[in-house]
T-cell receptor
Framework: SQTIHQWPATLVQPVGSPLSLECTVE??????LYWYRQAAGRGLQLLFY??????ISSEVPQNLSASRPQDRQFILSSKKLLLSDSGFYLC????????????FGPGTRLTVT | AQKITQTQPGMFVQEKEAVTLDCTYD???????LFWYKQPSSGEMIFLIY??????QNATEGRYSLNFQKARKSANLVISASQLGDSAMYFC????????????FGQGTELSVKP
């Protein structure tokens, strides 16, 4: 069966510091991968998605970036965090089927101080 | 314009009763999919049910059913026989065929089940 991992689970970082969040998927190959951010009490905002290694599409211009160095690894980064980057970050994967339902990781709660 | 609208920020239901969570959507793409997710307080997003735009019958998954009214562009989630563990945020989402696998989420409805 497929599983998706994210780490760290929680992170407290000062403004201006770098960020690296990692997501890995097991049990499937060539998944579509997604990064979402959820502000407190709000819906999910798609940040990046990837259909293959090195293929990244950005949905929202911001100081975040994403990379996919391996088929089942998706990384979210920032060189300098802003207060507004605080939130709950969720990684998801989907198979290339007609339904495309997405399965989510446990999330990373980021607080920028 | 909002593509997915969930008009109920919060809902209460008595244990063992049924509850309907509303979702309306807006798209000009004739091919699309509709999804419901549950997010408990732990934060994980749990996939519940899927309805394709060409599906003739309403989707059902155990105690969950999706009341799909295509002409009205609504995709309401019905939970039968509510349980205390159903207390959570519920999100409606849509995928448009011409947008690949990207999902657009509504703002969510917080459901509280009373004993």
């Amino acid at each position: 069966s497929q599983t998706i991992h994210q780490w760290p689970a929680t992170l407290v970082q000062p403004v201006g510091s770098p960020l690296s969040l990692e997501c890995t998927v097991e049990g499937t190959s060539n998944p579509n991968l997604y990064w979402y951010r959820q502000a407190a009490g709000r819906g999910l905002q798609l940040l990046f998605y990837s259909v293959g290694i090195g293929q990244i599409s950005s949905e929202v211009p911001q100081n975040l970036s994403a990379s996919r160095p391996q088929d089942r690894q998706f990384i979210l980064s920032s060189k300098k965090l802003l207060l507004s980057d605080s939130g709950f970050y969720l990684c998801a994967w989907s198979a290339g089927t007609s339904r495309y339902e997405q399965y989510f990781g446990p999330g990373t709660r980021l607080t920028v101080t | 314009a909002q593509k997915i609208t969930q008009t109920q920020p919060g809902m209460f239901v008595q244990e063992k009763e049924a509850v309907t969570l509303d979702c309306t959507y807006d798209t000009s793409d004739p091919s699309y999919g509709l999804f419901w997710y549950k997010q408990p307080s732990s934060g994980e997003m749990i996939f519940l049910i899927y309805q394709g735009s060409y599906d003739q019958q309403n989707a059902t998954e155990g105690r969950y059913s999706l009341n799909f009214q295509k002409a009205r562009k609504s995709a309401n989630l019905v939970i039968s026989a509510s349980q205390l563990g159903d207390s959570a945020m519920y999100f409606c989402a849509m995928r448009e065929w011409n947008q690949g696998g990207k999902l657009i989420f509504g703002q969510g409805t917080e459901l509280s089940v009373k004993p």
